[in-house]
């Protein structure tokens, strides 16, 4: 790539790339979870069979296919990180896979049955989490280390600009749905991450583009240092990874529970699938608040260390799971809770996000090292599709036999008891890691 520039510039200003990448992270994330929000409605109000007609999915089975189809999407950044940090680079591998997951929302809008749904969403799977890791530790490679204190910054920007996305997705698809059918609703996702992949496309001379490693790639992963960066690394991982069971959980079992209680706000009934606009709407609120204010003030109190934001995020999670199951405990015993419910519960997981997500991005690319960005990215990733995939496991085993233990507030409750291991497994974890940080090499700006 002689035409592209392949150092970050020493520079203190934030770097011409990020403008490109935020607008294509917005339309992407619009994309996706426009589709997500309905996916779960979709699959037990709108399928039907290869004669037209109706075949919904049992509401455990949909959850378990929902969480599945996560599952995979994050496991696909394996793929993506192979091609971009050891073939082609993240630049041209995310231009590719984009491509393939225009054509896995159409696919959906086109073909509504089970065939359909398998295609589109194993096109979307191989698109979407194929350029996850990729984008993200794009990002990452724009700075050096004059600029690296807008790292933090710009990564905040970065989330901010997936939750706009979301947000506006998941107010407008469901009422798509709900108004104007299947069809209508897969598109318009699809028309935008058409658009996200023309806006990355626009920013290619702005970017600077990291050469692909090849097989030093495969010898730097493979050497001491490389396995003494990842071992703890994958530890932390492991950890974040009950977070992603229960997070996710707002695309399946909130949705359904949202179904029995009372939505009426401010005299508008909100529609099931709408409600997860909530989380999106509260990361643009919460991330400066919690930039801005929180941790300035927790910081009198204790380092705010990435391990200890993560730390305090998984407490967060056991909160706010605590009051979705006496939520799900009110709605056993015949009573329809108020929707405010469950938006207070979306604001303990959204603060638990903030501390969680957001810092894992920034944590995972400074602790790679240099040749390893894209598959560091996406081992992180893998956390969020294990924990997704133990979802789906979970779900598919009630289908299957059902235990009464797990009916009602005791699946909410199953899923708070393991949070809460896994939080305090987690700061006993974290008290022993050594942090590291690795950044691209820069060139003069002139």
């Given amino acids: 790539m002689p035409s592209y520039r392949t150092a970050p510039l020493a520079s203190c200003k934030v770097p011409p790339g990020i403008p490109f990448i935020v607008g294509n992270e917005l339309a992407e994330r619009f994309s996706y979870y426009g589709m997500r929000a309905i996916l779960v409605v979709f699959m037990t109000r709108y399928l039907v069979d290869a004669a037209g007609n109706p075949a919904p999915m049992p509401d455990s089975e949909a959850k378990g296919y929902f969480h599945l189809f996560v599952s995979i999407t994050y496991f696909t950044p394996f793929l993506g990180a192979l091609l971009a940090d050891g073939v082609l680079g993240k630049y041209r591998t995310i231009i590719a896979l984009s491509l393939v997951y225009c054509l896995g929302h159409f ?3 086109l073909d509504d049955t089970r065939t359909g749904l398998l295609l589109g969403q194993s096109l979307i799977a191989l698109g979407a ?29 970065f989330y901010l600009s997936i939750s706009l996305g979301a947000f506006a997705s998941m107010l407008l698809i469901p009422w798509l749905l709900e108004r104007h059918g299947a069809a209508t609703a897969f598109a318009v996702p699809g028309l935008l991450m058409l658009l996200a992949t023309i806006v990355f496309w626009s920013g290619r001379h702005r970017f600077v583009h990291i050469p692909p490693a090849g097989m030093r790639f495969v010898r730097e992963a493979a050497s001491g240092e490389g396995l003494r960066c990842l071992a703890p690394l994958l530890g ?23 179904q ?15 409600i997860q606009a909530a989380n999106p709407l509260l990361i643009v609120l919460l991330t400066p608040l919690f930039y801005r204010v929180l941790y300035p003030v927790l910081e009198r109190l204790a380092p705010m260390t990435a391990l200890n934001k993560i730390a305090l995020g ?23 809770p108020g929707i405010a419910w469950q938006l207070l519960a979306y604001l303990l997981l959204t603060s638990a996000e903030v501390m969680v997500s957001i810092t894992s991005l920034e ?19 893998g956390a969020v599709a294990l924990g997704n995939l133990f979802t789906a496991l979970v779900n598919f085993w009630i289908e299957k036999s059902a235990p009464p233990w797990l009916a009602g507030a005791g699946y909410f409750w199953f899923f708070t008891g393991l949070m809460l291991v896994t939080a305090l497994g987690f700061f006993a974890y974290s008290r022993n890691y050594r942090e590291r940080s690795y950044l691209q090499a820069e060139r003069p700006e002139h």
Avoid at 317 to 328: G, K, M, S, Y
Wanted: with cysteine; aromatic share 16%.
């Fill in 260 to 274: 029995h209680m009372d939505r009426l706000l401010f005299g508008y009934e909100i529609l099931p699938s709408q």
């Fill in 129 to 157: 989490g194929g350029i996850k890791p990729c984008v993200s530790a794009h990002v990452g490679d724009q700075f050096g280390q004059s600029n690296r204190h807008l790292l933090s910054k710009v990564y905040s920007w």
């Fill in 314 to 336: 998984l407490m967060f999670t056991v909160l706010a799971f605590a009051l979705a199951a006496w939520i799900q405990t009110r709605i056993d015993a015949g009573i329809k």
């Fill in 107 to 109: 696919a959906l809008a």
């Fill in 236 to 258: 932390v991982f492991a950890f974040v990874t009950m977070f992603w069971a229960l997070f996710d959980q707002t695309g399946s079992s909130w949705v359904l529970q949202s």
């Fill in 363 to 381: 944590f995972a690319y400074t602790q790679a090292p240099l040749s390893m960005k894209s598959f560091v990215m996406s081992l992180y990733l």
